[in-house]
């Protein structure tokens, strides 16, 4: 079933106005690593400031920042006094992302611009740090995207980008092919996963380097596994029969677990350096 929120097939209107428009549906997903996430490693978000390992009043660039709560949930990790340009084609995310930046009073400056990542609205050169923070899988053509963001990088600039490992949270996406249809698989992954980042990266940036941090989910609720698979394609368009279905099998796969269903996930970064 095609998925027009990701990959080459992706439908910008389709983007915003029923995924990004504000965050609900991504608050959906939130709350399950939120409610039911495991981890012996840091905070995800602390966890990617400290390996994006920015210098000290640097020019930062988030693009596809999304409500941003990197800024605010990260900022242990980062340094104070960044300068940040918080961007994303979605007004309503850029605003959220600048009160949450603004909120933590942590910044040196923060501005928010409406942008697409594939023809960015900057000069050459213009900052000392890039972040694409789980966003890659949503363009049509990634590599696209990757050589605008080195053309607004200076040389020796630092890009970093997040997203899931190849094989993420596949007892998730198998309920929800069995209900709906489609692969039972993480659609950003197979779009652009860890190492297919690392892949088209390398042919792009210097010093490539990829790590990962394991996880799990540990649900007990069928009514937030439902409300997570029905806020993006296919469970978005789903009629009122296939959600129950759904709903039972979930409900079915708790009990067969004991109580809970055993959700692991791998995601990670992959960071390099501009050429100089």
Request: hydrophobic share 45%.
């Amino acid at each position: 079933m095609n998925n027009p929120t990701v990959g080459a097939g992706v439908n910008p209107s389709e983007l915003l106005d029923r995924q990004y428009r504000d965050s609900k549906k991504l608050e959906a997903r939130a709350n399950l690593h939120r409610r039911y996430g495991r981890s012996d490693g840091p905070d995800w978000f602390v966890w990617t400031a400290q390996q994006a390992n920015l210098s000290a009043g640097a020019k930062v660039l988030d693009i596809g920042c999304g409500p941003g709560w990197l800024w605010g949930a990260g900022k242990a990790g980062f340094p104070a006094d960044l300068d940040l340009t918080l961007a994303d084609f979605s007004p309503g995310m850029v605003e959220a992302a600048v009160k949450q930046a603004t909120t933590a009073d942590y910044y040196a400056h923060v501005e928010g611009v409406v942008a697409d990542v594939s023809h960015l609205p900057f000069a050459d050169a213009s900052f000392d740090a890039v972040l694409a923070c789980h966003m890659l899988y949503h363009v049509p053509d990634a590599t696209v995207a990757l050589k605008e963001l080195r053309r607004v990088l200076r040389p020796g600039g630092i890009i970093a980008v997040t997203t899931n490992a190849e094989g993420n949270m596949a007892p998730l996406y198998a309920l929800g092919a069995a209900a709906f249809g489609g692969a039972a698989s993480d659609p950003a992954a197979d779009i652009f996963g860890l190492h297919r980042a690392k892949a088209l990266m390398e042919g792009l940036f210097d010093d490539v380097v990829m790590t990962s941090v394991d996880g799990d989910l540990n649900v007990t609720s069928a009514e937030d596994l439902v409300l997570a698979l029905t806020s993006f394609p296919p469970g978005q368009d789903a009629d009122d029969a296939a959600v129950a279905h759904l709903y039972e099998l979930t409900k079915a796969a708790i009990a067969a677990g004991g109580g809970a269903i055993h959700i692991p996930k791998t995601q990670g970064m992959v960071r390099g350096l501009a050429p100089r």
